[in-house]
Nanobody, 124 residues
């Protein structure tokens, strides 16, 4: 079991930046591939970014590619999502998730553990 807790959400103007963090406890995060998802009101939860167990591989959705960067620090048991040039359509609850499967994963069903989410709101 691993517990995930997100932080760093908030309100920002369009064009601004936010940095989300995901802190893991219970087990060392280096045993897991991790990802970020988001869910806007009335919409399904969608994939944002993924990073493999040691940070050597990353994968992004087309909607955030070039603006968001996912990274991890296994020594600190944390995963970070740096979000730049934010747009109003990035407004959503952002979730950190972890899995024990090989390769980078972008499907919700591949992830075994989820955080409670953190709200990101981008104003015009």
């Amino acid at each position: 079991q691993v517990q995930l807790v997100e932080s760093g959400g908030g309100l920002v103007q369009a064009g601004g930046s936010l940095r989300l963090s995901c802190a893991a406890s219970g087990r060392t995060l280096s045993n897991f591939g991790t990802g970020w998802f988001r869910q806007a009101p009335g919409k399904e939860r969608e994939f944002v970014a993924a990073i493999n167990w040691n940070g050597s591989g990353t994968y992004y959705s087309d909607s955030v590619k070039g603006r968001f960067t996912v990274s991890r620090d296994n020594a600190k048991n944390t995963v970070t999502l740096q979000m730049n040039n934010l747009k109003p359509e990035d407004t959503a609850v952002y979730y950190c998730a972890a899995h024990t499967k090989l390769m980078l994963r972008s499907h919700r069903s591949d992830y075994d553990y989820w955080g409670q989410g953190t709200q990101v709101t981008v104003s015009e």
